[in-house]
């Protein structure tokens, strides 16, 4: 197996490791739904009708909008990060380490290459039926145009794809699930605050925005922004392709470090 | 086509290295048809690390091992579909029923849905826990999670099944079950590789063993004949001989070890050891009984505790 490690180990058969998280998803599918769905009525009403109040209008792309039209698609935007990341972390932790699931997965068909693959496309799953959660609730609140706010959808995928990638590769690297706060604290957090989420990148000194333009949240809250308000602008391209470009290059690594974990 | 072509595993100069420590240290053996082989060996010995190679968990170091005939290096997927594997850990998924957790692990497997039904009801059936199937596993005992281990193994239909300690943990009740299970699948035809620590396991189940120790092989062959030629036939141990006894012992060239207050004495057919010791010699305390393969093991790898 050493021989012809990597992507070359991959199959088509990683869509079987992406069943059995549906299977499971699908026994306590309300549950999962609940949080999706009632998170963002949370935010709406904390950020845009109490902060809103004090905030009044905030310039989007020169023109004024409301507080509350700004943050909305930030939060479809957060929601998509959330659940790749936490599912490629923690609940991809428990399953590897606890539960030993990955361990009788290898015993079948299944390569090591599968298993990450099923894990991460499931990830990116669960982003977009969280997305699509958050834009239907969003959308009674009429916060977001359509038919241009359909694309936040392909898009979930695309950047649960990335983000899940990423919490895989801290899973191949972290020693216990405790460790967890750290990329968490130094790179989660810092995105949910600090790209354009919750004020327009402009407010920061020059060196912060440079800074926050590295950052793959803000080109995804860009994009959902632009769509969620049916402005999109022919530069956005370009965060496509961060976000594609980002996840095509950390996927074999992904690979690489789960494979150094588990294979032994 | 010559024997070999026909084994089921056959692993030459097989090496396992983690690092600098060599868990398989050139190990040679083979499986045949139908057989069923097991692995003995303290623990450490490196039981598990060749199983794990030979169901490609673990990469080989070096040597060549063919499974089914193909090469485990490049066959791997092609052999998995044709093994079951049941691990030394009770991995079932915990997030599913019984019966789920048959019919997902089939999906690994590619089986079409619609055999998957069948055969699953079959199979929990076979293991006397239908009436169990919307059942989380978190609730079955130990011995019906491992028997629902044996179950998920052989949804496949396998020709090869590796057990790792099958029966470690669980009562003489759940054992026994186990048993006379994969004494029906060996009359089915099934062959079977297998680690265990229990030498009644290794006797009932095995038709071939295989002593390891310190990654090597130690020896090899059936149950009775390494009795016979390692131990004899029967045994006599006398707690705290007196210098008569080691004399007789001595004189006659008995094979004996002297432990710190025990003197084991194995005996052949028909040498008279247990009407001698029995008149003259038997003390305060003594155990006449027949050799059995605990004995060979002892006295292979030696009393001292592993790890």
């Known amino acids: 197996m050493r021989g012809n490690p990597g992507i070359g180990n991959l199959s088509w058969r990683f869509i079987r490791v992406w069943n059995r998280n549906m ?12 949080v999706p769905l009632l998170e963002p009525v949370l935010y709406i009403a904390a950020f845009g009708i109490g902060l809103g109040a004090l905030i009044g209008r905030v310039n989007y792309h020169g023109a004024p909008v409301s507080y509350v039209v700004f943050i909305a698609p930030a939060l479809v935007a957060i929601t998509i990060m959330y659940n790749s990341f936490f599912e490629n972390t923690y ?21 090591l290459e599968d298993i990450i693959a099923g894990e991460i496309f499931w990830g990116a799953t669960k982003s977009v039926i969280a997305a699509a959660t958050v834009l239907a609730v969003l959308s009674c609140f009429r916060l977001v145009e359509y038919p241009m706010g359909l694309l936040v959808l392909p898009l979930s995928f695309l950047g649960g ?10 899973t191949g690297l972290t020693p216990s699930i405790d460790m967890y706060n750290l990329p968490i604290f130094l790179f989660i957090t810092p995105m949910f605050l600090f790209s354009g989420t919750f004020f327009p990148l402009s ?62 | 086509m010559s024997n070999e072509n026909r ?14 420590l060599v868990a398989v240290d050139d190990v040679s053996f083979h499986l045949a048809p139908g057989e069923c082989l097991g692995l003995l060996g303290p623990n450490g010995a490196g039981k598990t690390s060749t199983i794990r190679m030979v169901y490609g968990f673990s990469p080989i170091t070096s040597g060549r091992l063919e499974v089914f005939g193909l ?13 079951g594997v049941c691990q030394q850990d009770n991995n079932l998924d915990p997030d599913l029923t019984v019966l789920q957790n048959l019919e997902v692990f089939a999906r690994y497997f590619n089986i079409p849905r619609n055999e998957t039904a069948d055969r699953a009801l079959q199979l929990l059936k076979f293991i ?9 596993v978190t609730s079955l005992s130990g011995g019906m999670m491992r028997r629902l281990v044996l179950a998920r193994a052989l949804i496949n239909s396998p020709e090869l099944l590796i057990l790792d300690e099958p029966t470690t943990g669980l009562d003489p009740q759940a054992r026994h079950q186990l048993w006379e299970r994969l004494e029906l699948l060996q009359e089915n035809g099934i062959s079977i590789l297998l680690t265990t620590h229990y030498m009644d396991e290794a006797s009932r189940l095995c038709d071939r063993l295989i002593i390891m120790d310190h990654g090597k092989i130690l020896v090899e062959g059936k149950p009775a004949d ?40 194995y005996g052949e057919e028909g040498d008279g050891l247990f009407d001698v010791i029995g008149e003259r010699l038997c003390g305060k305390s003594c155990i006449k009984r027949l050799a059995t393969l605990e004995d060979v093991f002892l006295r292979l790898t030696g009393r001292e505790l592993r790890e």
């Open chain 1, 23 to 34: 299977v499971v998803y699908r026994k306590i599918w309300f549950v999962n739904f609940l």
């Open chain 2, 226 to 265: 390494l009795i016979h030629s390692y131990v004899g036939d029967h045994v006599v141990e006398i707690v705290d001989p007196d210098e008569e006894v080691m004399e007789f012992v001595n004189t006659h060239g008995f094979l004996n070890d002297l432990l710190d207050r025990r003197i084991i004495i």
């Open chain 1, 203 to 264: 407010a920061l000194p020059g060196w912060a925005q440079k800074f926050a333009l590295a950052l793959p949240l803000t080109h995804l809250v860009n994009l959902c922004r632009a769509f969620c308000l049916g402005e999109p602008a022919a530069d956005l391209i370009w965060s496509v392709i961060y976000i594609a470009v980002m996840f095509i290059l950390l996927f074999p690594v992904a690979l690489i470090v789960m494979r150094r974990r588990l294979i032994s």
């Open chain 2, 7 to 20: 084994y089921i595993i056959h692993a030459t100069n097989l090496v396992k290295k983690f690092d600098s």
């Open chain 1, 161 to 170: 794809l990335a983000f899940g990638t990423v919490g895989m590769i801290f």
């Open chain 2, 128 to 136: 006397a826990l239908e009436n169990r199937k919307d059942d989380k």
């Open chain 2, 71 to 83: 090469d485990i290096k490049t066959a791997w997927r092609r052999i998995r579909a044709k093994i």
């Open chain 1, 91 to 111: 609940a991809s932790f428990v399953r590897m380490y606890y539960q030993k699931t990955f361990d009788a997965m290898m015993t079948t068909p299944l390569s």
